[in-house]
């Protein structure tokens, strides 16, 4: 008889490669779990701390004249409405607590919750890109933490458990992490399924600390305040308005007017700025990055800590950002996209960096170790692109300059149209910065796009993430026969508009990279299929591993 004919025994061998794969497929953390037990009296110190602010900024007058005489029956019915108010906060929380359970499987994360009416949701664990752990100082003292996870295609977070202990939210993260690559692996991705090993990449030091700090100042908002004060100031006399320079004269008190007024104005920006950058470093501190086979781990955080993963498998797109301070310093940051989300940030749809500030060759190093990108050959808009931009922003001044004049002529307010005059000058240097800080690369395997000057972003997209390409042409761009390239990925950026483009380029370069870069991406789906095919050790000729004719579905 022939020996393939008689069924083959299972040898010790197999029952143990068996038992590998059911481990490495089966969840750790078994059965259904229950929030920390201290999440109701957590919750409730929260909202009696609410009610409490509100009581004190509103309600201590009405309180004290109720309980004041010849009221006592209106005394006691508040009293009563305010014992049982208590009585039915708590028991809802303690209701809600005991009625939320969540249950990690292979496959799914599952969530039952509901105290009126119970609602059951089924996470599948290949949709989620992101599990971030977050704890403020509070609950850093009494051991919980909240989970945040997000999914692909999400407009903010998918679920949220208020509060587990911090080993079970550590834990969590590791398993679904896990179990995710197991999912991936058993859809043909070569992912290893079994702990990871993680290495430290990235740690911030006091010296970036300090650039982070430096470069996030926002003038923004303290500068637009300024102005509108000094542009809407009534008609007291200023040294701006000649009519009233007289009033100045040259004595020690109005010296110390025309000094002390601008300084304060300074002294003012300066210490907004220092403190949105001292909140930018709170939000960094001791951060790290950690890397392994198939996803990164981040840490950071002074009052509020944050940890989170960037499963690499899911990258979408990398950003490398450098405002015109880090410019300067050489410094510049870096934001991994995922598909449907911006990871790293803390909170839903956030849009803080991967690292958030690090010498700029430090930072293209680790980028091109995620994606192995080449940035040369920048091929920068047509020159008539920025003949574009003088006369845009020549308009806008003239716009500004009519619209103060006509206010001062029929408003009781003076409101010095012609200080923005001494802008003239600078219009042709702002057009030509604009237009030397665009282009776009089209490289073997990614297409770069760069756009902006005081926020430079330099978007890395590889070509197999491109899901669409498509050319607009405004009115204004018509005129001179250019056409703005838009790359639309999976990540959050395309739902917030901020997609990779190249911008203001010739009509015919904007056709041909419409039809470039979509013969790339069928050019490097095709390349990923077959490494993937000839990891598996399947054949990939064109009669396909049963010599049958096959087609791509692609």
Same mark, same amino acid.
């Given at each position: 008889?022939?020996?393939?004919?008689?069924?083959?025994?299972?040898?010790?061998?197999?029952?143990?490669?068996?038992?590998?794969?059911?481990?490495?497929?089966?969840?750790?953390?078994?059965?259904?779990?229950?929030?920390?037990?201290?999440?109701?009296?957590?919750?409730?110190?929260?909202?009696?701390? &609410?009610? %409490?602010?509100? =009581?004190?900024?509103?309600? @201590?007058?009405?309180?004290?004249?109720?309980?004041?005489?010849?009221?006592?029956?209106?005394?006691?019915?508040?009293?009563?409405?305010? @014992?049982?108010?208590? %009585?039915?906060?708590?028991?809802?929380?303690?209701?809600?607590?005991?009625?939320?359970?969540?249950?990690?499987?292979?496959?799914?994360?599952?969530?039952?919750?509901?105290?009126?009416?119970?609602?059951?949701?089924?996470?599948?664990?290949?949709?989620?890109?992101?599990?971030?752990?977050?704890?403020?100082?509070?609950?850093?003292?009494?051991?919980?933490?909240?989970?945040?996870?997000?999914?692909?295609?999400?407009?903010?977070?998918?679920?949220?458990?208020?509060?587990?202990?911090?080993?079970?939210?550590?834990?969590?993260?590791?398993?679904?992490?896990?179990?995710?690559? %197991?999912?991936?692996?058993?859809?043909?991705?070569?992912?290893?399924?079994?702990?990871?090993?993680?290495?430290?990449?990235?740690?911030?030091?006091?010296?970036?600390?300090?650039?982070?700090?430096?470069? &996030?100042?926002?003038?923004?908002?303290?500068?637009?305040?300024?102005?509108?004060?000094?542009?809407? %100031?009534?008609?007291?006399?200023?040294?701006?308005?000649?009519?009233?320079?007289?009033?100045?004269?040259?004595?020690?008190?109005? =010296?110390?007017?025309?000094?002390?007024?601008?300084?304060?104005?300074?002294?003012?920006?300066?210490?907004?700025?220092?403190?949105?950058?001292?909140?930018?470093?709170?939000?960094?501190?001791?951060?790290?990055?950690?890397?392994?086979?198939? +996803?990164?781990?981040?840490?950071?955080?002074?009052?509020?800590?944050?940890?989170?993963?960037?499963?690499?498998?899911?990258?979408?797109?990398?950003?490398?950002?450098?405002?015109?301070?880090?410019?300067?310093?050489?410094?510049?940051?870096?934001?991994?996209?995922?598909?449907?989300?911006?990871?790293? &940030?803390?909170?839903?749809?956030?849009?803080?960096?991967?690292?958030?500030?690090?010498?700029?060759?430090?930072?293209?190093?680790?980028?091109?170790?995620?994606?192995?990108?080449?940035?040369?050959?920048?091929?920068?808009?047509?020159?008539?692109?920025?003949?574009?931009?003088?006369?845009?922003?020549?308009?806008?001044?003239?716009?500004?300059?009519?619209?103060?004049?006509?206010?001062?002529?029929?408003?009781?307010?003076?409101?010095?149209?012609?200080?923005?005059?001494?802008?003239?000058?600078?219009?042709?240097?702002?057009?030509?910065?604009?237009?030397?800080?665009?282009?776009?690369?089209?490289?073997?395997?990614?297409?770069?796009?760069?756009?902006?000057?005081?926020?430079?972003?330099?978007?890395?997209?590889?070509?197999?993430?491109?899901?669409?390409?498509?050319?607009?042409?405004?009115?204004?761009?018509?005129?001179?026969?250019?056409?703005?390239?838009?790359?639309?990925?999976?990540?959050?950026?395309?739902?917030?508009?901020?997609?990779?483009?190249?911008?203001?380029?010739?009509?015919?370069?904007? +056709?041909?990279?419409?039809?470039?870069?979509?013969?790339?991406?069928?050019?490097?789906?095709?390349?990923?299929?077959?490494?993937?095919?000839?990891?598996?050790?399947?054949?990939? &000729?064109?009669?396909?591993?049963?010599?049958?004719?096959?087609?791509?579905?692609?």
């Amino acid at each position: 008889m022939n020996e393939d004919s008689h069924p083959q025994s299972d040898t010790p061998a197999d029952h143990t490669e068996a038992a590998t794969a059911s481990v490495a497929t089966t969840s750790r953390i078994e059965g259904t779990q229950s929030l920390h037990v201290l999440t109701v009296p957590y919750q409730l110190a929260q909202q009696g701390l &609410s009610i %409490a602010v509100a =009581l004190v900024v509103f309600g @201590v007058p009405g309180v004290s004249s109720l309980f004041g005489s010849g009221r006592s029956l209106l005394a006691v019915g508040a009293t009563l409405a305010v @014992v049982l108010g208590i %009585a039915a906060m708590i028991g809802y929380f303690l209701a809600r607590y005991r009625r939320f359970e969540y249950e990690l499987t292979p496959d799914t994360f599952d969530i039952r919750s509901g105290v009126l009416s119970r609602r059951q949701r089924e996470i599948p664990l290949r949709r989620i890109q992101n599990v971030d752990i977050s704890q403020n100082v509070v609950q850093r003292l009494v051991g919980v933490a909240q989970v945040g996870l997000e999914t692909a295609g999400g407009g903010g977070t998918e679920a949220q458990l208020r509060y587990v202990g911090v080993e079970q939210a550590e834990r969590l993260q590791a398993e679904i992490s896990r179990l995710s690559r %197991a999912a991936d692996a058993a859809d043909g991705e070569p992912t290893v399924a079994d702990e990871e090993r993680f290495e430290t990449v990235f740690e911030m030091s006091e010296r970036e600390l300090g650039v982070l700090a430096l470069v &996030s100042m926002d003038l923004r908002i303290a500068s637009f305040l300024l102005f509108g004060a000094s542009v809407f %100031a009534p008609s007291a006399g200023s040294m701006f308005d000649p009519q009233s320079w007289y009033e100045y004269g040259f004595g020690f008190e109005s =010296l110390v007017r025309a000094v002390l007024g601008p300084a304060a104005a300074l002294a003012a920006v300066v210490a907004l700025a220092l403190v949105s950058g001292a909140l930018s470093a709170a939000r960094y501190y001791g951060f790290t990055l950690d890397r392994g086979d198939d +996803e990164l781990r981040y840490e950071r955080g002074l009052l509020q800590k944050f940890s989170g993963t960037i499963p690499l498998s899911k990258v979408q797109t990398l950003t490398v950002k450098e405002n015109v301070i880090a410019r300067l310093l050489g410094y510049a940051g870096l934001t991994i996209e995922t598909a449907g989300y911006t990871p790293t &940030s803390g909170e839903s749809n956030g849009s803080q960096s991967a690292i958030p500030v690090a010498e700029r060759d430090r930072v293209v190093s680790l980028a091109r170790s995620l994606e192995a990108f080449d940035a040369t050959g920048f091929e920068r808009p047509p020159k008539r692109a920025r003949l574009r931009y003088g006369f845009r922003y020549a308009i806008g001044l003239a716009l500004v300059v009519a619209l103060l004049y006509l206010g001062t002529r029929f408003t009781n307010f003076r409101l010095y149209w012609y200080v923005p005059l001494v802008a003239v000058p600078l219009i042709p240097v702002a057009a030509h910065l604009k237009w030397a800080n665009r282009g776009y690369a089209l490289g073997a395997d990614h297409v770069v796009t760069r756009n902006g000057f005081w926020n430079r972003k330099q978007k890395i997209v590889p070509y197999h993430r491109v899901q669409a390409v498509f050319t607009t042409e405004t009115v204004f761009q018509r005129r001179r026969d250019l056409a703005t390239v838009t790359i639309d990925t999976a990540g959050s950026q395309s739902i917030t508009g901020d997609d990779p483009e190249a911008v203001d380029v010739d009509t015919g370069t904007a +056709e041909r990279i419409r039809e470039q870069v979509p013969d790339e991406l069928y050019g490097a789906l095709a390349r990923r299929r077959r490494a993937a095919w000839d990891a598996a050790g399947q054949d990939h &000729s064109p009669d396909g591993p049963d010599g049958v004719s096959g087609s791509s579905s692609d």
